[in-house]
C-alpha cells in the first residue's frame, strides 16, 4: 500500500464589508473530465435557453422574471446563465434552470462545481441539486443544498457531492431560485459547472491485490456577506449571514482533523475627524463581535457522523486566536460531510481609536460613538490533524 500523508494549511480567506462580512471560499483544484456539456453556457443563445439546459417554472408562475443566457457578467468566456425576479412576485415562484442528462460512472460519487455572483436575494434562495434516474428516466433520489439566502462579493465556489442511489444510471443538475415572501426578488449569475466522478481505487495488474492511494485533506466554504447594518444607538445591531461548507478527508489514514478559524479585528477606511481640519480617524471593530457556530452537519459519503468523537460541530466568539468549528477524533471523519457556517455580527455602539491624523481633539485609544463607514477583516481557516 502506497500512502502520501498531507497536512494542509488553507490559504487565507479575506472577509471585507461594508458592516458586510464577506467570506470568500478557497479549496483544491484538481483537474478533472467534466461529465457535463456547456457548464460555461457558450454558443449563440444569448438571451434564449443555452444549449444543454432548460427552463422551467414549478409552483406559482412567476410574475417577472429573467432567465436567459447573457454576456452581461461573465465569470469567464463571454455568456453566463442570468436568474432574476423582481418585487412583483408571490412566495412560491420558483424558477428552475435544469441540465440534459448524463450517464453516472458506476461504482463512484459525484461532485458538483460552479461559479455563481449573487448580486441580490431578498426574501428568496437559490438551491442546486444532483438529481438521479434509471434507464427509464424515472426519478430514483437527488441530493439537494442547503438554501443560499445570502449575497456574494464577487463570483464565489459552491460545492455539492452526492453518491448514486441503487439503480440510478443517469443524473441532471439543477438549479431552482425560489420567492420565500411575498414581493421578494433576486439576480444571480451562474457560470463554469463542472461536475465530475470520484474515486480512490486504482487497479494494479499482474497480482490480485489493489492499491488504495491516500488523498488530501479538503475543506471548501461558499461565500456569503453580512447585510449592511442601519446604525441606530437605541437598539442592538445585528447582522447575520450563513454559508455551504464541506470537509472531505480522503488521506486514508484516519487520523482524525480538526477545522480552525481566526479572525483579525476589522478596521476602518480613512473617517474624517469633524473635530479638526483636515484631520481623519481610524476605528476599530472587534473581532469578538462575531460569533460563528456550524449546524446541520450531513453525511455524503464514506463513514458515517458517530455522535460521540465526530465530525462534531461547535459554537465560538471569533478572535485572532484559531479556534475549532468542526472536528472529528482518531479513527472517525474518514468520510465526506456537508454543513453550515453561521456567522453572528452584533455592531458595537462605541468603537475605540486606533490612529488619527492631523489636528482634530479626538485620540488614540478613546472611545467614540460607531461611526458609518466601510470595516474591512481577515478570516484564516486551517484544517490538519494534529492541531
Known amino acids: 500500500m502506497r500512502k502520501k500523508n498531507v497536512l494542509k494549511k488553507l490559504p487565507n480567506i479575506l472577509l471585507s464589508a461594508a458592516l458586510a462580512l464577506s467570506v470568500i471560499g478557497s479549496g483544491q483544484a484538481t483537474a478533472a473530465t467534466n461529465l457535463i456539456q456547456n457548464g460555461g ?113 464577487g463570483y464565489s465556489d459552491f460545492i455539492l457531492r452526492a453518491t448514486p442511489p441503487a439503480g440510478a444510471t443517469n443524473f441532471k443538475i439543477r438549479f431552482d431560485s425560489i420567492i420565500s415572501q411575498d414581493g421578494g426578488s433576486y439576480k444571480l449569475f451562474i457560470d463554469n459547472v463542472e461536475v465530475n466522478s470520484t474515486s480512490n481505487t486504482v487497479p494494479v495488474s499482474g497480482d490480485t491485490q489493489v492499491g488504495v ?52 479585528d476589522f478596521m476602518s477606511e480613512q473617517l474624517v475627524d469633524p473635530s479638526g481640519t483636515n484631520a481623519t480617524i481610524v476605528l476599530k ?60 455580527l452584533t455592531v458595537p455602539k462605541t468603537l475605540e481609536v486606533v490612529s488619527k491624523e492631523g489636528d482634530g481633539n479626538i485620540q488614540v485609544g478613546q472611545m467614540v460613538g460607531t461611526r458609518s463607514g466601510v470595516y474591512k477583516a481577515t478570516v484564516n481557516y486551517v484544517i490538519g490533524t494534529g492541531l
Open 213 to 264: 492511494i491516500g488523498g488530501e485533506l479538503e475543506f471548501y466554504i461558499s461565500s456569503g456577506s453580512f447585510n449592511d447594518v442601519e446604525l441606530d444607538y437605541n437598539k442592538t445591531m445585528i447582522s447575520q449571514t450563513s454559508s455551504n461548507a464541506s470537509v472531505t478527508d480522503n488521506t486514508g489514514e484516519a487520523k482524525g482533523w480538526k477545522l480552525k478559524v481566526s479572525l483579525t
Open 41 to 153: 453556457f457558450e454558443g449563440p443563445a444569448a438571451g434564449g435557453s443555452g444549449a444543454n439546459w432548460s427552463f422551467g417554472t414549478i409552483g406559482n408562475i412567476p410574475q417577472s422574471l429573467q432567465a436567459a443566457v447573457t454576456g452581461e457578467d461573465p465569470y469567464e468566456g463571454s455568456q453566463a446563465q442570468i436568474l432574476a425576479e423582481n418585487g412583483a412576485s408571490l412566495a412560491g415562484d420558483n424558477l428552475r434552470v435544469i441540465s440534459d442528462s448524463y450517464p453516472i460512472v458506476q461504482g463512484q460519487g459525484l461532485t458538483l462545481k460552479f461559479k455563481s455572483k449573487i448580486v441580490n436575494i431578498a426574501d428568496a434562495s437559490l438551491n442546486y441539486a444532483i438529481v438521479f434516474y434509471d434507464n427509464a428516466d424515472t426519478l430514483v433520489g437527488e441530493v439537494t443544498s442547503s438554501p443560499v439566502t445570502s449575497a456574494t462579493v
Open 285 to 344: 471593530l472587534p473581532a469578538s463581535a462575531v460569533t460563528l457556530q456550524t449546524t446541520q452537519l450531513t453525511h455524503v459519503s464514506g463513514q458515517a457522523v458517530d455522535p460521540t468523537y465526530g465530525p462534531n460541530t461547535g459554537s465560538i466568539t471569533l478572535s485572532s486566536a484559531s479556534k475549532t468549528i468542526l472536528s472529528a477524533d482518531p479513527g472517525f471523519g474518514s468520510g465526506s460531510y456537508n454543513y453550515r457556517v453561521e456567522n453572528h
